[in-house]
């Protein structure tokens, strides 16, 4: 059974650039999370969606961030325009149901220069 | 406020000494406590879950414990292949969405 994917694996930008992060979760797990690593700090939670409504974007840090998952498939998370702060491992994870133990992928690298 | 911490930050062992890394916890409403290992430029990856004090489960040289206040996961016999980081997390019933990620401890095993 493939894992969670994610890409691009690394992204370098300039800051007021766009950026576009991309998960693709576990086939068949509705649950789909975003997280990111900053500055060596833990990882902190973003947003949850189940199927293609978002059931928690308490984490999302402000407007300059817009994720999508429609059809309930695949997610996409974007950053624009892209700030210094913003640097860090975006990662995607997902569980079958909500609540329960959460599958992560490999992250995205973001470098905002 | 919810808060995940775990010590020690660093962990250094001879390959086969045996240790364990602590995890407390202050959370309203403990729905699950999460052990994930993860290597360096990968994701987390799952190890256990722990629903409520008592519980212990095991895996390899690994075994993760649960008391009210914290967690315990004891590594008996490390191999070198033992070494990453070990991230305790903690989900609330009230906000099942989210995983709240304590900082880690870094694992070294030396051959």
């Known amino acids: 059974e493939a894992g969670v994917t994610q890409f691009p694996s690394h992204s370098v930008i300039e800051k007021g650039q766009t950026v576009t992060l991309r998960c693709d979760p576990i086939s068949g797990h509705d649950n789909l999370y975003w997280y990111r690593r900053v500055m060596g700090k833990e990882i902190k939670f973003l947003l949850h969606?189940?199927?293609?409504?978002?059931?928690?974007e308490s984490g999302m840090p402000n407007n300059r961030f817009l994720a999508e998952r429609t059809g309930g498939t695949y997610s996409t998370l974007k950053v624009q325009p892209a700030e210094l702060e913003d640097s860090g491992v975006y990662f995607c994870?997902?569980?079958?149901?909500?609540?329960?133990?959460?599958?992560f992928g490999p992250g995205t690298r973001l470098t905002v220069l | 406020e919810d808060q995940v911490t775990q010590s020690p930050e660093a962990l250094r062992l001879q390959e086969g000494e045996s240790s364990s890394l602590n995890c407390s916890y202050t959370?309203?409403?403990?729905?699950?406590l999460f052990w994930y290992r993860q290597d360096p430029g990968k994701g987390p990856e799952f190890l256990f879950t722990?629903?409520?004090a008592g519980e212990e489960k095991e895996k390899e040289r690994l075994k993760a414990t649960l008391t009210k206040k914290e967690s315990f996961l004891h590594i008996t016999a490390p191999k070198p292949e033992d070494s990453a980081t070990y991230l305790c997390a903690v989900q609330r019933y009230s906000s099942a969405s989210k995983i709240i990620f304590g900082s880690g401890t870094r694992l070294s095993i030396r051959p």
């Open positions: 994870a997902s569980s079958p149901n909500g609540g329960g133990t959460q599958y």
């Open positions: 722990l629903y409520s």
């Open positions: 969606f189940v199927k293609e409504s978002k059931q928690d």
């Open positions: 959370v309203s409403g403990l729905r699950g």
